[in-house]
Each structure stands twice: as C-alpha cells, then as structure tokens.
C-alpha cells in the first residue's frame, strides 16, 4: 500500500484566475478548481468574513513558483 502523496500548500500560479488561492487550495485537497472557484463566488452572497479569508490566504500562502 502506497502512501498519498503530500503536497504543500501555496498559491497554484500556474493555474491562477486572481491570486491562485481557490487553485492551491483544489490542488491540496484534490478538488475541482472550478467547482471550488464557483463555490466560493456563490459563498460570497452569504453573510460571513468569506472574502476577508480569501485575503488572508492571498497573504499568508506561499506563491508555488515551480513552474
């Protein structure tokens, strides 16, 4: 049995609409970057510190410059 692989977690520049943080973050967790784009947009609607998150991890996680 093969352990999975761990993959940091930073800003996916290659594949970055805005920042890369809904990218990095699909990547990390093995998620559609789309679907997770998509879901955040429609979290935007809803009362809560969504867009201020998004801002902090633009801050706080490293730019993935691997490529």
Do not use: E, I, K
């Not at 609409?17 to 998509?38: H, P, T, Y």
Request: net charge positive; hydrophobic share 45%; with cysteine.
């Amino acid at each position: 049995m093969t352990s999975p692989v761990h993959r940091r977690l930073s800003r996916d520049s290659r594949h970055a609409v805005v920042a890369g943080v809904c990218a990095g973050l699909a990547r990390r967790f093995g998620l559609s970057r789309n679907g997770l784009r998509v879901a955040f947009v429609v979290s935007c609607v809803l009362p809560g510190p969504q867009f201020l998150a998004y801002l902090l991890l633009w801050v706080l996680m490293p730019r993935d410059d691997r490529y």
